[in-house]
T-cell receptor, first 111, second 117 residues
Framework: QKEVEQDPGPLSVPEGAIVSLNCTYS??????FMWYRQYSRKGPELLMY????GNKEDGRFTAQVDKSSKYISLFIRDSQPSDSATYLC???????????FGEGTQLTVNP | GAVVSQHPSWVICKSGTSVKIECRSL??????MFWYRQFPKQSLMLMAT?????????EQGVEKDKFLINHASLTLSTLTVTSAHPEDSSFYIC?????????????FGNGTRLTVT
């Protein structure tokens, strides 16, 4: 079983839609959770970074963590064509510094 | 925000030659930098952890003699692909964490696309 599972998609939505991106993980040592966005042929850029269970909002983006079920989500409201990218979840352990990436979900927002 | 600069952004080389990729943290110091490899439509795979002033730690299956890593300062790490072959063609990405921020997010460079002919 992979430590981090993420549906690779592809996911295609119309502009303005609410997008839900999800990951599950199996390692209980994961305590910090990051979401990265990666455009084609570019390095990943950090979107959200959260520690505790619950929601964290930043503009149109909301990160949600449920440690009891080992489930993390990223919601995008009012999606825009510029949101078209691959989204990677990346949990990290408290004691170490390595990130474990999910497969990434490829998102396309159609105008 | 924290910026990681990676150079070159792309390189084409002939089989058997060596290629060096540089990774710099521009506005912060990084005790540790990470080198990833990404094949098309796949996620990032960690190759090695580069530690300033000491030897790199390689992931299982990564040949340390082929992928030489040097982390000579708190702002620079280099990855040298030695005797490159076509199967080494890939997207190589470095990342770094601000040494002053404990468990903090990694900041990534924009990657280097290596093509070996």
């Amino acid at each position: 079983q992979k430590e981090v599972e993420q549906d690779p998609g592809p996911l295609s939505v119309p502009e303005g839609a609410i997008v839900s991106l999800n990951c599950t993980y199996s390692n209980s040592a994961f305590q910090y959770f990051m979401w990265y966005r990666q455009y084609s042929r570019k390095g990943p850029e950090l979107l959200m970074y959260t520690y505790s269970s619950g929601n964290k909002e930043d503009g149109r983006f909301t990160a949600q963590v449920d440690k009891s079920s080992k489930y993390i989500s990223l919601f995008i409201r009012d999606s825009q064509p510029s949101d078209s990218a691959t989204y990677l979840c990346a949990p990290v352990e408290t004691s170490g510094s390595r990130l474990t990436f999910g497969e990434g979900t490829q998102l396309t927002v159609n105008p | 925000g924290a910026v990681v600069s990676q150079h070159p952004s792309w390189v084409i080389c002939k089989s058997g030659t060596s290629v060096k990729i540089e990774c710099r943290s521009l506005d912060f110091q990084a005790t540790t930098m990470f080198w990833y490899r990404q094949f098309p439509k796949q996620s990032l795979m960690l190759m090695a952890t580069s530690n300033e002033g000491s030897k790199a730690t390689y992931e299982q299956g990564v040949e340390k003699d082929k992928f030489l890593i040097n982390h000579a300062s708190l702002t620079l790490s280099t990855l040298t692909v030695t005797s490159a072959h076509p199967e080494d063609s890939s997207f190589y990405i470095c990342s770094a964490r601000d040494r002053g921020q404990g468990v903090s997010p990694l900041h990534f460079g924009n990657g280097t696309r290596l093509t070996v002919t």
